[in-house]
């Protein structure tokens, strides 16, 4: 048996980060990681180039049953705390729209960072090491059982996330030991996912795979005015990925497909301009025309504007900026990028990320009960999670 002060359960983003403050404390550190690399999430996202964190951070930005919890660790671990690192280490990178921080040339370089910190902090990796078994002591100190090796801890940090993305080896585990020690947890669903059709819709809107445009997204009271991607399977793009997180089955979501434009006074004023110009040209010139067709009958597309009608025109503006759908479903954990749910944050200290009944026991990351907002606000909750525990542990 091996005995050492702090075991970590995971090797992501706030594993590591965990990893590296408890190091820097001296802490003697082993992190057990039961993928093949550490840092596949981290290395797969952005594209690739890794949305690190995000120019502005709030509260608001993140969903949990318990809306505070998040506020003490994001306050003391900032953004700005996050983006030194990356400039110390002379990572290039640039911002996109909405504040995302992305890498200039790749993931890598912000997973070298973190293992390069590792090391300088004496921080032990084991990979491809799959836990059999976790136990605390009457001395309560944690028994975890390997294959190959028992070790012993006196604080345990669970950073396994949660269900998103299972071919990247996402597990159940964190919920599993949650509940073993008596923790609460919140049922999971995939957040931040493409939506699937119904039938009918999706055979009806097949022809417009591959078009993205601007658009203002509705659903459940929340809105946001981002792109809409449509694939052959459904909607997708950020616009669609971030009402994800809070649309119910069910539910409709309203999208204004011109947010920019009053389409019926636009109609109306080119009616005394453009008078004998075709719906469909005029249309064609602010949306693709393969959504235009999917939308609106060819028989009203093709008449003059002068002939519309008023109600013509309020029926044609409703059907683009107020389009109403109702999605079949999404398309779960397969894709979604994040995990809605996990261990409830009221059993957890919101300044240490320890269990409050099991003394030595720290969750950090996606494994709790708080998902942020697509634009690089997971990461941040990674690293924050991740910092704070590390103080402590």
Known sequence: MLETDVIIIGAGASGLMCAIEAGKRKRKVLVLEHAAKPGKKILMSGGGRCNFTNISVEPENYISHNPHFCKSALSRYTQWNFIDSVQRSQIPYHEREYGRLFCNDSAKDILAMLLTECRSADVNIALNTAIEAVEQRPDQKFLVKTKLQHYLCSSLVIATGGLSIPKMGATPFGYKIAAQFGIPVWPTSAGLVPFTLQPDDKEK?????????????????????????????????????????????????????????????????????????????????????????????????????????????????????????KPNATEG????????????????????MASHDVQGLYFIGEVLDVTGWLGGYNFQWAWASGWCAGQYV
Not at 279 to 292: D, G, M, Y
Not at 305 to 317: E, G, K, R
Request: proline share 4%; charged share 15%.
């Open 205 to 325: 809107l097949s022809d417009l795979s591959g078009i993205a445009l601007l658009c203002r997204a509705s659903c459940a009271g929340h809105s946001f005015t981002e792109n809409i991607l449509f694939t052959h399977r459904g909607l997708s793009g950020p616009a669609m990925l971030q009402l994800s997180n809070y649309w119910n089955p069910g539910q409709p979501l309203t999208i204004d497909l011109l947010p920019e434009t009053d389409l019926a006074a636009h109609l109306q004023q080119l009616r005394t301009t453009k008078s004998k110009s075709a719906l469909k040209t005029v249309l064609s010139e602010l949306l693709p025309k393969r959504l235009i067709s999917c939308l609106i009958d060819e028989t009203l597309l093709n008449g003059n504007l002068a002939d519309l009608s008023a109600a013509q025109i309020d029926f044609v503006a409703d059907r683009i900026n107020n389009w109403t759908i």
């Open 333 to 352: 954990y397969r894709t979604a990028e994040v995990t809605l749910g996990g261990v409830d944050c009221n059993a957890i200290s919101s300044k240490t």
